[in-house]
């Protein structure tokens, strides 16, 4: 699968200055748009900090505090800011890859009691649907081979690895849950494998 470079400017951003890539994957209707924030010189022999952002339309845009998304993403991007350089892939799979509105209705369900992992199941989904392939082919387009990974997602790492990208050093991304996202995070943590320490 090939990912294409096409468009590259410059983003300045309240946690700092970052190229702004656009990236487009498949053709025609069913073509894909992943937008890259970068920062610094990245080279084959870096091992820059890359954060795969997995879109949430209501953590990272509205501030929800049902999940952590939105402070992660704040979190990488002051980060990379004061590390001088790393990488912020926008993996365009909102809802875990079940999409925007399938998440709105996991939420309705999430409201009546059940978890996020069951909510998935009811609607038919598996509990993660996610595809980090191309975000893999896009760190490899960026000539980095090597990378440290501010993540606290298992799948994500292998996800790399297996597509021949080392992961020297996986760096926590932890927030610290707030009343409506503490269930939300100690199923992520029971149910879905991901290393948190604070719930
Ligand atoms: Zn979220």
């Not at 790393?86 to 009546?112: F, M, S, T």
């Not at 690895?161 to 610290?176: K, M, N, T």
Request: net charge neutral.
């Amino acid at each position: 699968m090939g990912v294409r470079r096409i468009a590259s400017s410059v983003l300045p951003t309240a946690h700092g200055e970052f190229d702004l890539l656009g990236y487009e994957v498949g053709t025609g209707a069913v073509s894909e748009s992943y937008v890259v924030l970068s920062k610094g010189a990245l080279t084959a022999a870096s091992a820059p900090l890359v954060r795969i952002q997995s879109q949430c339309l209501t953590g990272d845009v509205f501030g929800s505090t049902r999940c952590d998304c939105g402070e992660q993403l704040r979190v990488a991007m002051q980060r990379i800011q004061t590390e001088g350089q790393g990488v912020i892939i926008y993996h365009p799979e909102e809802g875990r890859g079940i999409g925007l509105l399938n998440k709105l209705r996991a939420y309705e369900l999430q409201d009546q009691g059940v978890d996020t992992v069951e909510a998935n199941h009811r609607l038919g989904f598996d509990a993660d649907e996610r595809d980090y392939s191309v975000c893999a082919e896009i760190v490899k387009d960026l000539g980095i081979s090597r990378v440290r990974l501010l993540s606290n997602n298992p799948g994500k790492l292998k996800a790399l690895e297996d597509a021949g990208v080392r992961v020297l050093e996986r760096i926590p991304i932890e927030i610290s849950p707030q009343g409506s996202s503490r269930n939300y995070l100690k199923t992520k943590k029971e149910k879905l494998g991901h290393w948190l320490n604070q719930v």
